[in-house]
């Protein structure tokens, strides 16, 4: 081959390389942009819910006043943000595992080992900042109640009460298992451990033993203790007098962090139902008093 043909080979391979070249570089762009397109036009998961029609609503299992045997608070605000939503509401009740990130995880974002979950949204949720920031795959908004720890006390038994020594000699109620009990077992260096009566499920029980005359205080969370001692003119129900349990902590719900359009609608819907006064009927039902948090 002369030495004018190899050079035109060479050329035209050249050619071909380069032709090849940018074809491929058609091509794979081309690819991706249709990845992109696909992943854009995935449905979100507002979208989602509403093509099936329900909103799935993970509940705490015996939180009363808020959920006890498929009735309280939360399943009324669950009901109102599914109806504003335009969905029927899909409960789901849960027990509570041994702490909140373990919540968030098999409630929120992944689902749990027996099978059930994860909801489209949890209610309940404390709305706080180290939750938070150990949770990056969650989304914790909508603040719609603040709770306080709080102690009711029979009028005429402890007519004034200015620090926990007004309760010297008298019998509290409160549960062990809870915070409520942990703030008053180590009051004071435990001056009144020996006068609670901590054998109790929760801050109803506390208050109904209070109500039946066999204690003369009862501890518990507010909530609680409204719901069975609201109208009763001969009990008060007071902060617990114990250092930074005055302001309480505000509840709210949790999505996956990605599903953004949700937590939009839900924070919409939230507010709707703050406005309207809809939340304070629903809290009113139970006698519980509502503010805004």
């Known amino acids: 081959m002369q030495d004018h043909d190899r050079l035109i080979v060479h050329s035209r391979r050249q050619a071909l390389r380069a032709a090849l070249a940018a074809s491929a570089g058609a091509v794979l762009p081309g690819l991706g942009h249709a990845q992109a397109q696909a992943a854009a036009a995935e449905p979100g998961a507002l979208e989602r819910i509403r093509a099936r029609g329900r909103l799935t609503v993970g509940l705490y299992n015996d939180m009363p006043p808020f959920h006890q045997s498929g009735k309280g608070i939360d399943v009324e605000i669950a009901q109102a943000l599914a109806k504003r939503l335009g969905v029927e509401l899909s409960p ?3 027990n509570a595992d041994e702490n ?3 919540d968030l995880r098999n409630l929120v974002w992944r ?3 027996l099978g059930f979950g994860p909801a489209d949204v949890l209610l309940h949720v404390p709305v ?7 949770n990056p795959r969650v989304e914790i908004f909508a603040p719609y ?4 720890v709080m102690i009711a006390r029979d009028l005429e038994r402890v007519p004034t009460m200015e620090s926990l020594a007004a309760f010297k000699g008298q019998r509290i109620a409160v549960p062990g298992q809870s915070l409520a009990g942990w703030l008053l077992i180590g009051a004071d260096s435990g001056a009144y451990r020996d006068q609670l009566s901590t054998r109790l499920k929760d801050g109803t029980e506390a208050a109904r033993a209070l109500l039946a005359g066999e204690v003369a205080g009862a501890a518990g969370h507010a909530s609680e203790l409204e719901s069975v001692l609201a109208g009763q003119k001969r009990y008060a129900i007071e902060p617990l007098p114990v250092p930074r349990m005055r302001e309480g902590w505000a509840v709210g719900m949790a999505v996956k962090k990605e599903s953004k359009d ?5 924070q919409a819907a939230t507010n709707e139902l703050a406005t309207s006064g809809e939340f304070g009927r629903i809290f009113a039902r139970h006698q519980v008093n ?4």
């Open 92 to 94: 789901m009740p849960f």
């Open 100 to 102: 909140m990130n373990d």
């Open 111 to 113: 689902g749990h080992y």
């Open 128 to 134: 706080d900042r180290p939750l938070m920031a150990g």
């Open 145 to 148: 109640y603040r709770e306080r």
């Open 262 to 266: 949700l937590a939009q609608a839900l």
């Open 290 to 293: 509502w503010t805004r948090p």
